[in-house]
């Protein structure tokens, strides 16, 4: 594909609202709620200007959706063909956990399917660059980007990642029906970058999420090789709908299984 954005400027910019993130991460930050109760901090503002600004620079005409701004009627998002969706700071929970496990998440939408996505978390200086159809690449510590690729047969016992923060009787439920498994604990989109860079199989998503949280990731883990479905194994798609919330879903890197056979039966 054509890329909008040249990769290198597209790093950078992750890079620059990840500095901004760690520059209030190592102050005594303020936290306040958002309407639907979710947490704010300066650093997901601070993150959210220095990206929309620049991606209104780098590329006027396509228009820029972030957490931070999502209050856009779907009478005018269902015009667009192609736009950036962006989280400033996912993994809210886990910045003010202090535990170092979220990501800027910035990612290209293109007829409602993910082409492109960078994530980059950083306190660990690591960063995903993932293009659909022409590959996936990851760096830690500022070294030269990696060539990386999902597991095409799953384990056993199966790698699982999961969540720090969100963990509830329906994935108990999954799991134990997928019997033998070793549980990954990550925050943020890192547990798709685990799939995707191959360590490991599966990450489950059976609670809500919203577009945001998994456009950069979809896209990354596709461009390895794998995939993000959901619970149907159909292909999660974007901007389909008023609500931004996602359906559950799954990321795995072997096709070859019908991971909804885990499922509890309702």
């Avoid at 269902?78 to 535990?99: C, H, M, S, V």
């Avoid at 998440?105 to 978390?121: F, H």
């Amino acid at each position: 594909m054509t890329l909008p954005v040249p990769k290198e400027a597209l790093i950078e910019l992750a890079r620059n609202a990840g500095a901004a993130i760690l520059e209030i991460y190592n102050t005594e930050f303020n936290v306040t709620d958002k309407a639907d109760k979710t947490p704010l901090t300066e650093a997901d503002l601070a993150a959210h200007n220095i990206i929309v600004s620049t991606l209104e620079k780098l590329t006027p005409e396509i228009p820029v959706l972030s957490e931070e701004s999502c209050q856009i009627p779907y009478e005018t998002r269902q015009a667009w063909q192609r736009y950036w969706l962006i989280d400033p700071l996912d993994g809210t929970k886990e910045f003010i956990k202090r535990n170092g496990e979220f990501t800027v998440n910035i990612a290209l939408i293109e007829d409602q399917q993910p082409t492109l996505g960078v994530i980059y978390a950083p306190v660990i200086d690591k960063l995903y660059y993932g293009v659909v159809g022409d590959g996936a690449w990851m760096s830690e510590a500022g070294a030269d980007l990696q060539p990386i690729s999902v597991v095409k047969q799953r384990r056993n016992p199966a790698r699982v990642a999961g969540s720090r923060s969100h963990a509830g009787e329906s994935l108990q439920k999954f799991l134990a029906n997928l019997g033998e498994y070793e549980l990954v604990s990550m925050g943020s989109s890192l547990k798709s970058c685990l799939v995707a860079e191959g360590k490991a199989d599966l990450y489950p998503r059976l609670g809500l999420t919203s577009e945001w949280d998994t456009g950069a990731a979809q896209a990354i883990v596709e461009a390895a090789g794998g995939k993000l479905t959901e619970l149907d194994m159909q292909p999660l798609r974007y901007n389909t709908k008023e609500s931004l919330l996602n359906p559950y879903f799954f990321v795995f890197g072997d096709s070859t299984v019908d991971w909804s056979r885990y499922l509890a039966e309702d």
